[in-house]
């Protein structure tokens, strides 16, 4: 069976992993190759890493670094945050990254979606959506949450499908930072409307939240950051705990 | 020395990384003469079939291919080019395994297979001292049918061939370079065969 998949994701900013709350008030938690391999070892089944690098210097380290993970990580990994062209992930590709996540400027140019498709192949293509509820509707907003858009979720994600998307990373930032649980009932509704792998993110806050979400079959894999960063949650444990529950688990 | 047959199909940067990690050295060529006169063959691959197909062509690789007498291993697209054909826009394929390879399908199953699955049923040298139903990272749409020459097998909606074998000639349909500490074993027991 395939398995549900662990996801610790780092943010990284000039080179150093930092995880913010509610993607504000950034806090220093290690060096991210480090952090990736220790991940790797504890059993996670792969790893995002998003450049929140304001600067072209930020931008040019994240390279590097994005280098040095694939020579010494041997799971897949992601790499998201301000991919605008075809030649941004390009150079990411080549450094040695098995998908991109692209996410405000999918919403800008949806063409770009598609246009990596067709040159990279769907395996390539993450969509990252990040949206919240606003008057019981599902909006999707971008640049941290700062930004809302004339998107609906569901009508959005069915459209990065279309154009070619081989995944969809949602994360509801309703439910981001609060270490409540994931968003369990939006995730299942999506996914049930999908027919390609979903990632779930925002929310994990205990053992139980990743129960529940595989439990329900609300997605393909979860992701989290700061449980882990914190050793709140150990990758291990929790796999361990998941499995006990005859959920499909990789240990 | 093994070779990794350079056809302009994706990044090779991750597989050349895990040959660093156990300690192979390799080149990576689209020469004849080197890829036929090294120990061990690399075909990799990630894309789509028919443009693999068309790539390994403009090289005339399409005819050193079948007639190399070394260890061949050939990863996911690079597998599935030495099958028979491929439903992937109905490519003609090298016909080394005279499996067809044909979309991925289920009821509910969602398309790329992305992620780890166990691979079962395993036999042949590339699975020595690893666990029956272990798992592997797999990313595909497409995969080749089960015969004779399955050397495992993954269910994904249906049973595929996850692995194939025949003579000199392997193929996994997962990646080995992705699949942590025991796809590194796979790739250390491909360097090890000895034809």
Same mark, same amino acid.
């Given at each position: 069976?395939?398995?549900?998949?662990?996801?610790p994701?780092l943010d990284v900013k000039?080179?150093?992993?930092v995880k913010?709350?509610?993607f504000?008030?950034l806090?220093?938690?290690g060096?991210?190759?480090?952090?990736g391999i220790?991940?790797?070892?504890?059993?996670a089944?792969?790893i995002?890493?998003?450049?929140?690098s304001?600067t072209?210097e930020?931008?040019?380290?994240f390279?590097?670094m994005?280098?040095?993970v694939?020579?010494n990580l041997?799971?897949?990994f992601?790499v998201?945050?301000g991919i605008?062209?075809?030649e941004?992930a390009?150079? %990411?590709?080549?450094?040695?990254?098995?998908?991109?996540?692209?996410?405000?400027?999918?919403?800008r140019d949806?063409?770009l979606?598609?246009?990596?498709?067709?040159r990279y192949?769907?395996q390539?293509?993450?969509?990252?959506?990040?949206?919240?509820q606003i008057?019981?509707?599902?909006v999707?907003?971008t640049?941290s949450?700062k930004?809302?858009t004339? %998107?609906?979720?569901?009508?959005?994600?069915k459209?990065?499908?279309? %154009?070619?998307?081989?995944?969809?990373?949602?994360t509801?930032?309703?439910?981001?930072g609060?270490k409540?649980?994931?968003?369990?009932?939006?995730?299942?509704?999506l996914?049930?409307?999908?027919?390609?792998?979903l990632i779930a993110?925002?929310?994990?806050?205990?053992t139980e939240?990743?129960?529940?979400?595989f439990?329900?079959?609300?997605?393909?894999?979860?992701l989290a950051?700061?449980?882990?960063?914190?050793?709140e949650?150990?990758i291990?444990?929790l796999?361990?705990?998941l499995?006990?529950?005859?959920?499909?688990i990789r240990l | 020395?093994?070779?990794i047959?350079d056809y302009n199909t994706?990044?090779l940067?991750?597989?050349?990384?895990a040959l660093e990690?156990?300690?192979?050295e390799?080149?990576?060529?689209s020469d004849?003469?080197?890829?036929?006169?090294?120990?061990?063959?690399?075909?990799?691959g990630?894309?789509e079939a028919?443009?693999a197909m068309? !790539?390994?062509?403009?090289?005339?690789?399409?005819?050193i291919v079948?007639i190399?007498?070394a260890?061949v291993?050939g990863i996911?697209?690079?597998?599935?080019i030495m099958?028979?054909?491929? !439903?992937e826009?109905?490519t003609d394929c090298?016909?080394i395994?005279?499996n067809?390879?044909s979309?991925l399908r289920g009821p509910?199953i969602?398309?790329?297979?992305?992620g780890w699955?166990?691979v079962e049923n395993?036999?042949s040298?590339?699975?020595t001292?690893i666990?029956?139903?272990?798992?592997?990272?797999f990313?595909?749409?497409f995969a080749?049918e089960c015969n !004779?020459?399955?050397?495992?097998t993954?269910?994904?909606?249906?049973?595929?061939s996850?692995a194939?074998?025949?003579?000199n000639?392997?193929?996994t349909?997962?990646h080995p370079e992705?699949?942590? !500490?025991?796809?590194e074993?796979i790739?250390r027991?491909f360097i090890?065969?000895?034809?």
């Amino acid at each position: 069976m395939l398995a549900k998949r662990i996801i610790p994701c780092l943010d990284v900013k000039d080179g150093k992993t930092v995880k913010g709350i509610n993607f504000l008030g950034l806090k220093e938690v290690g060096d991210p190759v480090e952090m990736g391999i220790r991940y790797a070892l504890q059993g996670a089944d792969e790893i995002v890493y998003l450049d929140v690098s304001a600067t072209i210097e930020g931008r040019n380290t994240f390279l590097k670094m994005v280098s040095s993970v694939a020579k010494n990580l041997s799971i897949p990994f992601t790499v998201g945050g301000g991919i605008s062209s075809i030649e941004n992930a390009s150079a %990411l590709l080549l450094a040695g990254a098995d998908k991109v996540s692209l996410n405000s400027a999918a919403v800008r140019d949806p063409s770009l979606v598609y246009n990596l498709a067709k040159r990279y192949g769907s395996q390539f293509v993450v969509v990252a959506i990040d949206a919240r509820q606003i008057d019981g509707k599902w909006v999707v907003v971008t640049h941290s949450g700062k930004r809302e858009t004339e %998107l609906e979720l569901f009508t959005w994600a069915k459209e990065v499908e279309n %154009l070619g998307a081989g995944e969809i990373l949602f994360t509801s930032m309703d439910h981001d930072g609060t270490k409540q649980g994931y968003a369990c009932e939006t995730l299942k509704k999506l996914s049930d409307s999908i027919s390609i792998p979903l990632i779930a993110s925002g929310g994990a806050g205990n053992t139980e939240h990743f129960s529940e979400l595989f439990l329900n079959k609300c997605a393909d894999g979860a992701l989290a950051s700061s449980v882990f960063h914190y050793g709140e949650i150990n990758i291990t444990e929790l796999k361990r705990v998941l499995k006990s529950k005859n959920i499909d688990i990789r240990l | 020395m093994t070779v990794i047959i350079d056809y302009n199909t994706g990044n090779l940067f991750s597989l050349m990384s895990a040959l660093e990690r156990i300690g192979t050295e390799y080149k990576v060529t689209s020469d004849p003469q080197d890829i036929l006169s090294a120990d061990s063959v690399i075909l990799p691959g990630v894309g789509e079939a028919s443009n693999a197909m068309s !790539e390994l062509r403009q090289r005339g690789l399409e005819k050193i291919v079948p007639i190399i007498k070394a260890p061949v291993l050939g990863i996911c697209i690079g597998m599935q080019i030495m099958c028979s054909s491929s !439903e992937e826009s109905d490519t003609d394929c090298l016909g080394i395994f005279p499996n067809k390879v044909s979309r991925l399908r289920g009821p509910g199953i969602k398309i790329p297979h992305m992620g780890w699955n166990n691979v079962e049923n395993t036999k042949s040298p590339l699975f020595t001292g690893i666990q029956d139903g272990a798992y592997f990272y797999f990313v595909h749409s497409f995969a080749p049918e089960c015969n !004779e020459l399955t050397a495992a097998t993954t269910e994904y909606g249906s049973v595929f061939s996850s692995a194939l074998s025949e003579k000199n000639f392997y193929g996994t349909q997962f990646h080995p370079e992705k699949s942590g !500490e025991i796809g590194e074993k796979i790739l250390r027991n491909f360097i090890e065969i000895n034809f």
